[in-house]
């Protein structure tokens, strides 16, 4: 497609959110946000996290009167259906101060990291199992051989009384118990 002087071109639109809208929701007060659900390092650029659909939102009207979410959808980007999060065009109230809010997120760091296992310590052996340890790393293949053999006879004798049918123990009621496999042969065709 050819360009030509006569054909019409978009005009620049600004970056800032158009609408006058408000919604009816409640304002958000971030001091009852979490800090880590709120970025404040760019004022002018600051986002939170939104409380119903739980994705970054930036604010818009950081130098208006009124500072709100920017309108979002609540599911991922081409893969959910484009449905608009209610708390789209949601008044934002800062009750905090910058200074304010890095001083709760060094506070809520450092009691997350005070939570995190620093080292994992072994756990102290008792003395019956330090015993048996120790037998085990003395023991060598021709120790273990001549434990199998002395305990040969006492599996032989267990097996043995396993074999053996008491008198008494046949069914008195029902069919005789088959003692040959059975093979059932196929109808032929």
């Known amino acids: 497609m050819t360009f030509t002087s006569a054909m019409p071109k978009a005009r620049k639109r600004p970056t ?9 929701l409640p304002a958000i007060k971030l001091s009852q946000l979490p800090p880590s659900h709120i970025d404040l390092r760019d004022p002018l650029h600051a986002v939170l996290v939104c409380e119903d ?4 939102v930036p604010i ?22 484009a449905i608009r999060c209610r708390s ?21 760091i450092k009691e ?11 756990k102290a052996f008792s003395q019956q ?17 001549a434990d199998w053999d002395a305990v040969l006879p006492r599996v032989a004798d267990a097996d043995k009384s396993r074999r053996a049918v008491p008198d008494g123990d046949v069914p008195t009621e029902g ?3 088959p003692l040959t496999t059975l093979h059932p042969k196929r109808p032929e065709r």
Request: aromatic share 2%; hydrophobic share 30%; with cysteine.
């Open 88 to 108: 789209s065009n949601r008044r934002i109230e800062f009750d905090m101060t910058i200074p304010e809010w890095r001083q709760a997120l060094t506070d809520a």
């Open 60 to 81: 818009t009207g950081m130098q208006d009167k009124v500072q709100k979410l920017v309108p979002h959808h609540t599911g991922k980007a081409g893969e959910a259906a």
């Open 175 to 177: 069919p005789a118990v």
């Open 16 to 24: 800032r959110t158009r609408t006058k809208r408000v919604s009816s």
């Open 112 to 122: 997350a990291s005070s939570r995190t296992a620093t080292t994992v310590l072994p």
């Open 53 to 56: 659909c739980e994705t970054l």
């Open 129 to 145: 199992t330090d015993r048996t340890l120790r037998a085990r790393a003395e023991r060598t293949p021709a120790r273990r051989v």
